[in-house]
């Protein structure tokens, strides 16, 4: 069984910051890409970042320049950051984190956190 937990989320004015991390825990073999998804009210969700074992990052257009994702380099420490940086009010949504597990050398799912609420209002 694989975990997922978010932690960070809370209320912003416009141009703030936020700073959300995402532990991974249970028995897995390793992770191979980790990163943030949001949904908006009525909207689908979306892409905001990944990060892969290997450290390569991509980013959603609306959100490049103004957040970043990392990881925990340590070994088998599976956590995650996105720092988010001159929020704006369209950033507000459900943020959740995303990893592709692999449960054995040979398998691999996706797992997904329960979502942390971001809101950006003045």
């Known amino acids: 069984q694989v975990h997922l937990v978010e932690s960070g989320g809370g209320l912003v004015q416009p141009g703030g910051s936020l700073r959300l991390s995402c532990a991974a825990s249970?028995?897995?073999?390793?992770?191979?890409?980790m990163g943030w998804y949001r949904q908006a009210p009525g909207k689908e969700r979306e892409l905001v970042a990944v990060?892969?074992?290997?450290?390569?990052?991509?980013?959603a257009d609306s959100v490049k320049g103004r957040f970043t994702i990392s990881r925990d380099n340590a070994k088998n420490a599976w956590t995650w950051y996105l720092q988010m940086n001159s929020l704006k009010p369209e950033d507000t949504a459900v943020y959740y984190c995303?990893?592709?597990?692999?449960?054995?050398?040979?398998?691999?799912?996706?797992?997904w956190g329960p979502g942390t609420q971001v809101t950006v209002s003045s």
């Open positions: 995303n990893a592709d597990v692999f449960v054995r050398s040979y398998q691999n799912y996706p797992y």
């Open positions: 249970g028995s897995f073999f390793s992770i191979r890409a």
């Open positions: 990060i892969t074992s290997g450290g390569g990052t991509n980013y």
